[in-house]
């Protein structure tokens, strides 16, 4: 089970998107220069799919669903994706871990392949000197993840976006 602290809707998270952000607790990565160290402390409320519809309902005009973290139970995080993708289809989903890709290939193995429910996908912990999104330096990369399926097989391609960013 993973828990949620606040939510916020934002114009800047996911490029072109009304995202309704929802900041996930427990967060394993512990980037030293964190902007939001309590959600370091396993905290806040269990998100669950009755979480998610009453999220979804009170925040009319969104486009899009991002968890922010999440990395201590990453399986939780994709079956979320897969609940919201199925039962609003008309929204984006997107997921702001810290890990570095690498990392959560070799964690998720076979259940790598869910990542098809996301539409976007941000990696890569925060590091203040290389900067945010928004940097040109930055170690961070948002990805548009885009499916394939062909046959029986499924699998998907992931586009960096960074560029979407006014980077300095």
Same mark, same amino acid.
């Given at each position: 089970?993973?828990?949620?602290?606040?939510?916020?809707?934002?114009?800047?998270?996911?490029?072109?998107?009304?995202?309704?952000?929802?900041?996930?607790?427990?967060?394993?990565?512990?980037?030293?220069?964190?902007?939001?160290?309590?959600?370091?402390?396993?905290?806040?409320?269990?998100?669950?799919?009755?979480?998610?519809?009453?999220?979804?309902?009170?925040?009319?005009?969104?486009?899009?669903?991002?968890?922010?973290?999440?990395?201590?139970?990453?399986?939780?995080?994709?079956?979320?994706?897969?609940? %919201?993708?199925?039962?609003?289809?008309?929204?984006?989903?997107?997921?702001?871990?810290?890990?570095?890709?690498?990392?959560?290939?070799?964690?998720?193995?076979?259940?790598?392949?869910?990542?098809?429910?996301?539409?976007?996908?941000? %990696?890569?912990?925060?590091?203040?000197?290389?900067?945010?999104?928004?940097?040109?330096?930055?170690?961070? %990369?948002?990805?548009?993840?885009?499916?394939?399926?062909?046959?029986?097989?499924?699998?998907?391609?992931?586009?960096?976006?960074?560029?979407?960013?006014?980077?300095?």
């Amino acid at each position: 089970m993973i828990k949620f602290t606040e939510t916020e809707v934002t114009f800047s998270e996911i490029p072109e998107e009304v995202t309704l952000c929802i900041n996930i607790s427990n967060c394993p990565i512990h980037c030293p220069d964190c902007h939001s160290k309590h959600l370091w402390d396993d905290i806040g409320t269990p998100l669950t799919t009755s979480a998610i519809d009453n999220l979804i309902k009170s925040n009319d005009g969104i486009s899009c669903v991002c968890f922010m973290g999440g990395d201590a139970n990453p399986f939780a995080v994709l079956k979320l994706a897969k609940y %919201v993708k199925h039962t609003y289809p008309s929204l984006k989903i997107g997921w702001f871990s810290g890990s570095v890709l690498e990392d959560l290939e070799s964690f998720l193995g076979k259940d790598y392949d869910d990542i098809i429910h996301l539409d976007y996908f941000k %990696v890569g912990p925060y590091v203040k000197s290389k900067g945010g999104l928004d940097s040109k330096t930055t170690n961070q %990369v948002l990805y548009k993840v885009n499916p394939i399926v062909t046959g029986n097989e499924k699998g998907f391609i992931l586009l960096n976006i960074n560029s979407k960013y006014n980077q300095k």
